[in-house]
Each structure stands twice: as structure tokens, then as C-alpha cells.
């Protein structure tokens, strides 16, 4: 992933897309976007990016930190964004253990992925976040399967989906909350 390169692309149907040529390949893997107000941010390991909507051009690229309530830093892996009721963004991920593929267990075990939220630090412009109260979702796996790149959305009916995925396919959870605990 850290050889991966992303792009910006637009569609005015949804269907046919064009890749932004003002925006060169960036740096990064399993990339989301979100927008608020004349910005939007793309969130992609290791680096995230900061981009004026308008003009197109990069405010700031850093890599997102995420700190718990005694100041330590989390790892956080494919970072999927949502703006909360206060207009802060809110970054859902999975938490990364150093050494390990994240989205398996350690040496084929069963084990239990956690997912994760953070809420962006005022004055950060979305760059630094602070770990949330709680767990998202805990999802036990067997050794030989996959959980990893939450996705985070808010449905027709209010409810808060996040998608998670499971190798070849997408196991869907929901919360009525966004901070909340998500069920299958």
C-alpha cells in the first residue's frame, strides 16, 4: 500500500467518470473522500490531503494522527470519514496492531478486529483526531478470513451504516447512533 497511488475523478450522472488532470496522482491507499464547506479532505494512508474544492489545490497534506484520552497515539487503517451534527468529521477505521496485516489475524488464530471512531480536534483542519468513547464494532474472524476498509454512511432512514469489508465480499452493520454500537 504504500507504493499505491491514487486519483481524483468526477461524474455529473454517477456513471461515466473523468479523471481530474489538475490533481496529479497522490500518494496513498484505500482512499474516502468527504466535503465541508469549500473543502474536502481525501483520506488515504499514509498520507491525507487537504484540497480546496474551487481552485483544486493542496491546502496541506500530513498524515493523520489519532490520540486516545492519555495522549497515546492509535494506529488507525483505512480511515472512512463522516461530518457528525456539530459540522466535525469523524473518522471510523480499523485499528492497526504494528507488524501485523490488519485485516487478518496474527498466525492464522481466530481473533476480534475492532473498529473504531475518532472525532477531528478543533483548529486541526481534519488532521488530528481524538479516539472516541466506546467501540464502533467488535467482529470476531477466523484466522483464514478478512475484515478490514469500514465504510460510513447515513441511510434513507436515519440510521448510520458501516460497511465492512470481508475479502470477496461486504458485511453490513447499524447503529442508530453515530457514535454508537453497530449490529449486524
Not at 499514509?46 to 491546502?59: G, R
Request: net charge negative.
Amino acid at each position: 500500500p504504500m507504493l499505491h497511488k491514487i486519483s481524483l475523478a468526477h461524474s455529473k450522472d454517477g456513471q461515466n467518470w473523468t479523471i481530474h488532470d489538475e490533481i496529479s496522482s497522490l500518494r496513498g491507499s484505500v482512499p474516502d473522500i468527504v466535503l465541508r464547506g469549500e473543502d474536502f479532505w481525501i483520506y488515504a494512508l499514509p498520507e491525507s490531503y487537504l484540497i480546496d474544492a474551487s481552485s483544486l489545490k493542496i491546502k496541506q497534506r500530513n498524515g493523520v494522527r489519532v490520540f486516545d484520552s492519555n495522549n497515546n497515539r492509535r494506529i488507525q487503517v483505512d480511515p472512512s470519514p463522516i461530518i457528525d451534527e456539530q459540522g466535525r468529521i469523524v473518522l471510523f477505521f480499523l485499528e492497526g496492531i504494528p507488524g501485523i496485516d490488519p485485516a487478518r489475524c496474527p498466525q492464522h488464530q481466530p481473533c476480534t478486529k475492532q473498529f473504531l471512531s475518532a472525532t477531528e480536534r478543533k483548529g486541526s483542519h481534519g488532521m488530528i483526531f481524538d479516539l472516541d468513547d466506546g467501540i464502533r464494532l467488535n467482529l470476531p474472524i477466523m484466522g483464514n478470513e478478512f475484515a478490514s476498509d469500514p465504510d460510513i454512511f447515513v441511510g434513507k432512514d436515519d440510521l448510520f451504516y458501516m460497511y465492512i469489508s470481508r475479502g470477496q465480499g461486504t458485511q453490513v452493520f447499524v447503529s442508530d447512533r453515530l457514535r454508537g454500537t453497530y449490529k449486524e
